[in-house]
C-alpha cells in the first residue's frame, strides 16, 4: 500500500517568516493530495489540496507543490501568523484505493510572535 | 456545510467495557471512515466503510469491529477495551467511492479506558 512520510515533525518560526512541510509518498498511482490544519482540540480541517494534473496552487498565503517524478509534494505558508499555529497533515489517496487516505504523521507548527 | 457528528466528545471506559462510538454525516456521503490519532503517529485507519452494510479493514483492525446499518450512521466498536486502545478517535465521511474529494471530519472523541 501507500506510505507517506511528512517532515519536520515540528517547526518553530518567527511571525512573517516562511514555513515548509515536506512529504514524501511510494505510490506512483496516487492523484490526490489533500492538506489538512488541526488546531488544538479541534477537528482536521481541509485547507489545500491538488490533483495530479497540476504542478502548483495556490490559495492566498498557502500553496501546494508536486513533484509526481520524485513523488514528493509540499507545503508552503508564507508571512506566518500566531493563528497558523497548529498540526499540518498531508495525504494522499488514489483511486486504486477507492478514496482511502494515507496521512503522513503530522508537523507541529509554532508561529512565535 | 457537512456535518460529521461524533456522539460522545469525551469518555472514560473500563477495561473489558464493549464500547459504542457513533458516527453521523448530514450530507449523504458514500464514504465513512474511522480514523485514532496518537501522539508522533498520526491517523491511522481502523476501518472503513463505502456503503450501507459494507466494510473493509483498515490498517488496524484488530480489537474494533464496525456497523453501517444506514447510509448516514457509521458505528465503531471496541468489543472488550483495553488500555491500549485509550486514543483519540476521529471519523470522517467524503461524497463518493471514484471522486477525489477531501474528507470532512468529525470533532474527535478522547476515549480513556481505565
Known amino acids: 500500500g501507500e506510505n507517506v512520510e511528512q517532515h519536520p515533525s515540528t517547526l518553530s518560526v518567527q511571525e512573517g517568516d516562511s514555513a515548509v512541510i515536506k512529504c514524501t509518498y511510494s505510490?506512483?498511482?496516487?492523484?490526490?493530495f489533500p492538506w489538512y490544519k488541526q488546531e488544538l482540540g479541534k477537528r482536521p480541517q481541509l485547507i489545500i489540496d491538488?490533483?495530479?494534473?497540476?504542478g502548483e496552487k495556490k490559495d492566498q498565503r498557502i500553496a501546494v507543490t508536486l513533484n509526481k517524478t520524485a513523488k514528493h509534494f509540499s507545503l508552503h505558508i508564507t508571512e506566518t501568523q500566531p493563528e497558523d499555529s497548529a498540526v499540518y497533515f498531508c495525504?494522499?489517496?488514489?483511486?486504486?484505493?477507492?478514496?482511502?487516505?494515507?496521512f503522513g504523521t503530522g508537523t507541529s507548527l509554532t508561529v512565535i510572535p | 456545510d457537512v456535518k460529521v457528528t461524533q456522539s460522545s466528545r469525551y469518555l472514560v471506559k473500563r477495561t473489558g467495557e464493549k464500547v459504542f462510538l457513533e458516527c453521523v454525516q448530514d450530507?449523504?456521503?458514500?464514504?465513512m471512515f474511522w480514523y485514532r490519532q496518537d501522539p508522533g503517529l498520526g491517523l491511522r485507519l481502523i476501518y472503513f466503510?463505502?456503503?450501507?452494510?459494507?466494510?473493509e479493514k483498515g490498517d488496524i483492525p484488530e480489537g474494533y469491529s464496525v456497523s453501517r446499518e444506514k447510509k448516514e450512521r457509521f458505528s465503531l466498536i471496541l468489543e472488550s477495551a483495553s488500555t491500549n486502545q485509550t486514543s483519540m478517535y476521529l471519523c470522517?465521511?467524503?461524497?463518493?467511492?471514484?471522486?477525489?474529494?477531501?474528507?470532512?471530519f468529525g470533532s474527535g472523541t478522547r476515549l480513556t479506558v481505565v
Open positions: 450530507m449523504d456521503h458514500e464514504n
Open positions: 470522517a465521511s467524503s461524497l463518493w467511492k471514484d471522486g477525489d474529494d477531501g474528507y470532512t
Open positions: 495525504a494522499a489517496s488514489s483511486r486504486n484505493t477507492g478514496n482511502q487516505f494515507y
Open positions: 466503510s463505502y456503503d450501507v452494510k459494507m466494510k
Open positions: 491538488i490533483r495530479s494534473n497540476v
Open positions: 505510490d506512483s498511482a496516487s492523484n490526490y
